[in-house]
């Protein structure tokens, strides 16, 4: 079980040119996993609040592509809440932390680089389910 110690914002390349900023991440080099899946949240309603779950498989990058939002996570024991706002830097979460996004500011593009395809299974959407596999997950 990973905690929060193993979260690392990773700085992205960047070829900053006249004509307009280039980044790009490619998988197993700038993170530690394969891409499964992509997906983003935009249009996101001021005060809204996504996320507010815990993965057991996915990995993940989230990267602030235009905007700013911040994520909160919390490993069971204590929470730490990162403000994204450059598209050259990712935010790598491992499986089996909790978290929620939110603060996000008008027109900000939330990318999100998943490790799995998409299964409700993965979810888990209730706090003291989670606690109990963080407990389980630890012995
Ligand atoms: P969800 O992950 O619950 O959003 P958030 O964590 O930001 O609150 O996803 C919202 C809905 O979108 C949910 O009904 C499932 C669906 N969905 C997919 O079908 N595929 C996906 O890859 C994702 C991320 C969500």
């Given at each position: 079980m990973f905690g929060l110690e193993s979260i690392r914002l990773i700085d992205l390349p960047k070829f900053p040119d006249p004509r307009g900023n280039l980044s790009f991440i490619e998988q197993e080099n700038h993170i530690p996993f394969k891409i499964k899946r992509t997906y983003w949240i935009y249009d996101v309603p001021g005060g809204e609040v996504r996320g507010g779950h815990a993965f057991k498989e996915q990995q993940e990058l989230i990267v602030a592509l235009s905007g700013s939002f911040d994520v909160t996570v919390d490993d069971g024991k204590a929470m730490q809440t990162f403000s994204l706002n450059r598209s050259y830097y990712g935010l790598y979460l491992p499986a089996g932390l909790w978290r929620q996004m939110q603060n996000f500011s008008t027109n900000s593009l939330a990318l999100v680089l998943s490790?799995?395809?998409?299964?409700?299974?993965?979810?888990?959407?209730?706090y003291n389910e989670f606690l109990r596999f963080r407990r389980h997950g630890e012995k």
């Open positions: 490790s799995t395809a998409y299964q409700n299974e993965d979810y888990i959407h209730d």
